[in-house]
C-alpha cells in the first residue's frame, strides 16, 4: 500500500460524511461534508444550511413512536420484576411486587416483558429512521418527540442492566459523613448493603470527579440516602444530560453540514442511549450532555465557555479529559503555528486543572480523581476487541508451549497504549476544520481498544460521531448491530432474581432466547428491517449472480 493511499484513508476517516438518509441513501450520503464556510470569530459558520428538504416519510412517524412508547411500558413493567431494587426498600413489602419477585409466574413474566420490550424499542428506532428517511425539516421535531415518549417511562422504571445508581448513593453516604470516597470504599458505612449497590463497590474507590460527589452529597442530603428517592433524583440529573443532548447535538451536527435530527435519532433516540442513562440513571448522561454543549461553544468561537463546561464534564467523570487537548487547537486558530498550539495546549489545562484544583478543596476531596484515572479497573471484558483477541491469543499461545495468560495480557496492554497512541496522533494530524470529528475518534480508539467495555461505554462518542457524520453505508450498519447487541446483552446480563426462587428455566437463559428470537425476526422475517444489513433478498442475489454468470459466458 503506498503512502499516498494511506493517507487518503487517513483523510476520508477523520472527515466523516453528510450521513443524509437512512435505509434509502442519497449519493451525497456516501461523500464528506464541508461546513459552507467558517466563520472569523469560530471553528464553523452558525449559519450553516440545514440539510434535507421536503417532508417525513409517506408512513407517518407517530407509528413507529407509538410502538416504542408501548416499549417503554413493557420495560416499565418487566422491571418491577426483574429490576434491581435496593434491600432496604420499602417496595418489597407491597403485595404485587412481592408476586412479580417471588412467584416463579411473575419473575418469568416480568424478564420476558423486559426483553422483549428492550428489543421492541430496537425495532421501533430502526422504523423512525426509515419513516424519516428524507429527513426533510420537520424530522428534527419528531425524533424530540420520540425521545420524550420512550423516555417517560423509563423515567420511573426499576433500574435495569446496572445498578451503579445505588453506588451514587453510597459515595454520597460516604460525603456527607466526612469520608473521601477516593481513599474509602462504601463498605465503611453501616447498613451499606441495604442501598442496593453491587458488592463490588464495597472496597473499591470512585471513578467520579469532584462535582458529581457534590451532588451525590446534594442527593444524599435531601433523601437521608432513602434508595428510591435517590435514585429519582439522580435520575433526575441524568436527564439534565440528556436534554443537553437534545439541545447541542442538533445545532453541533448544523454546523458540521449534518442533518439534526438524523444526528439526534443516532445519538440519543437510540435504545442503548435512553436506557443507559434514563432508566439506569449512569452519570455519564451528564458527563456526555456536558462535554457535547463545551464542543458546541468551543466551536463557535466561546472558547472559555466551552473549556468551562468541558471541566465541568471531567469533573463528572474524568475521561472526558481527552477532549482538552481538541478544545485547546480550537482556541489557537487555523493557522496557528506549533508553538501556539503547544501555548494553548498548556492555557487550556492550566485552566481546566487549576478549576479542578479548586473545586477539590470542598469535603477535602483534592486530586483523588487524577488517581481514579491512573488506577484502573482490572480485567477485561470478552466482547471488548482486546479482551476477545487476548482470549484467542491466549488459547493458541498455549498449544504452542508459551505462558498464554502472560501473551494475552500484553497483548491488551498494548492495544490500550496504542489507543492512547492514535490520541496523540489525532491531536497532531488532520484539518483544522475536522477538530469535532478527530475528538471523536480520539475518543472512541481509547474506548474500543481498552480491555473493558461497558455497553453505556460507546455512548461517549457516538454523539460526536453522530454530530460529524455517520455514513449510510458499514458506519451506521456497525451502529445498528453495537445497539442491538449491547441492548439484548444488557437485558440477560443484568436480571435481578432472588436467589430462593425456583424456576424451570434460568432467567438469562429465557432473555437470550427472547433476544435472540427477536433479533433474527429484524434481521430475517421483518420486510422492512431486514432491509437495512442485508438490502437485497436471497432470491435477488441469486438472480443477480445468475445474469452475471450469462454476462460472463
Not at 280 to 306: C, E, Q
Not at 424 to 441: I, N, T
Request: hydrophobic share 50%.
Amino acid at each position: 500500500m503506498s503512502w499516498t493511499n494511506v493517507r487518503r484513508d487517513w483523510n476520508i476517516m477523520t472527515a466523516g460524511g453528510t450521513g443524509v438518509g437512512t435505509s434509502n441513501s442519497r449519493d451525497e450520503a456516501k461523500e464528506p461534508a464541508a461546513p459552507s464556510e467558517k466563520a472569523a470569530a469560530g471553528l464553523y459558520s452558525p449559519d450553516a444550511a440545514r440539510i434535507g428538504g421536503g417532508t417525513p416519510g409517506q408512513i407517518k412517524a407517530y407509528v413507529a413512536i407509538w410502538q416504542g412508547f408501548f416499549g417503554s411500558l413493557m420495560i416499565f413493567v418487566g422491571s418491577i420484576g426483574a429490576g434491581w431494587i435496593a434491600n432496604g426498600s420499602p417496595m418489597f413489602r407491597h403485595p404485587l411486587v412481592i408476586a412479580l419477585r417471588t412467584e416463579g409466574w411473575g419473575v418469568t413474566t416480568s424478564t420476558i416483558l423486559l426483553t422483549a420490550g428492550a428489543m421492541l424499542l430496537v425495532r421501533s428506532w430502526l422504523r423512525l429512521g426509515q419513516r424519516l428517511k428524507d429527513w426533510g425539516p420537520g424530522s428534527l421535531r419528531w425524533v424530540v418527540v420520540a425521545v420524550a415518549a420512550w423516555a417517560a417511562p423509563l423515567m420511573f422504571a426499576v433500574p435495569i442492566y446496572s445498578r451503579d445508581v445505588y453506588a451514587y448513593t453510597g459515595q454520597g453516604r460516604l460525603v456527607l459523613e466526612g469520608q473521601n470516597p477516593y481513599t474509602a470504599g462504601i463498605s465503611s458505612l453501616s447498613n451499606w448493603f441495604s442501598l442496593g449497590a453491587d458488592p463490588a463497590w464495597a472496597e473499591a474507590k470512585t471513578p467520579y470527579g469532584p462535582y458529581f460527589l457534590w451532588l451525590a452529597r446534594w442527593v444524599v442530603g435531601i433523601t437521608d440516602a432513602q434508595p428510591d428517592f435517590s435514585v429519582l433524583l439522580f435520575r433526575v440529573l441524568a436527564t439534565v444530560g440528556v436534554l443537553l443532548c437534545v439541545v447541542y447535538v442538533p445545532r453541533l451536527a448544523e454546523l458540521h453540514g449534518i442533518n439534526p435530527g438524523r444526528a439526534l435519532w443516532i445519538a440519543v433516540a437510540n435504545p442503548l442511549f435512553l436506557i443507559s442513562f434514563v432508566a439506569s440513571a449512569h452519570n455519564d448522561a451528564l458527563m456526555v450532555g456536558l462535554a457535547v454543549a463545551g464542543m458546541y461553544f468551543a466551536a463557535t468561537g466561546r472558547h472559555i465557555t466551552g473549556l468551562l463546561l468541558v471541566t465541568a464534564s471531567i469533573g463528572i467523570k474524568p475521561i472526558t479529559v481527552l477532549l482538552l487537548p481538541f478544545i485547546g487547537l480550537m482556541w489557537a486558530g487555523p493557522a496557528a503555528t506549533w508553538a501556539r498550539k503547544f501555548l494553548f495546549w498548556g492555557a487550556t489545562a492550566g485552566i481546566s486543572f487549576a478549576v479542578l484544583a479548586v473545586s477539590g478543596i470542598p469535603y477535602n476531596l483534592g486530586f483523588g480523581w487524577v488517581w481514579a484515572i491512573l488506577d484502573p479497573t482490572p480485567g477485561y471484558t470478552g466482547y471488548s476487541p482486546s479482551g476477545f483477541l487476548g482470549q484467542q491469543v491466549e488459547v493458541i499461545a498455549n498449544l504452542l508451549g508459551l505462558p498464554g495468560s502472560t501473551v494475552a495480557t500484553g497483548l491488551r496492554i498494548l492495544m490500550k497504549w496504542a489507543g492512547i497512541g492514535l490520541v496523540v496522533l489525532l491531536m497532531f494530524r488532520g484539518d483544522y476544520s475536522r477538530l469535532v470529528r478527530r475528538a471523536a475518534l480520539a475518543f472512541a480508539a481509547v474506548v474500543m481498544l481498552s480491555p473493558i467495555i461497558q455497553p453505556w461505554y460507546i455512548l461517549w462518542f457516538i454523539p460526536l460521531l453522530a454530530v460529524t457524520g455517520i455514513r449510510d453505508d458499514w458506519q451506521i450498519k456497525s451502529l445498528y448491530v453495537a445497539v442491538t447487541f449491547f441492548v439484548a446483552f444488557g437485558a440477560q446480563d443484568q436480571i435481578s432474581v432472588l436467589s430462593f426462587v425456583e424456576l424451570n428455566v434460568k432467567v438469562s437463559s429465557l432473555s437470550f432466547l427472547v433476544a435472540l428470537g427477536f433479533t433474527v425476526y429484524l434481521m430475517v422475517l421483518d420486510v422492512h428491517t431486514r432491509r437495512l444489513l442485508i438490502r437485497s433478498t436471497p432470491a435477488q442475489l441469486l438472480r443477480r449472480l445468475e445474469r452475471r454468470l450469462r454476462r460472463s459466458e
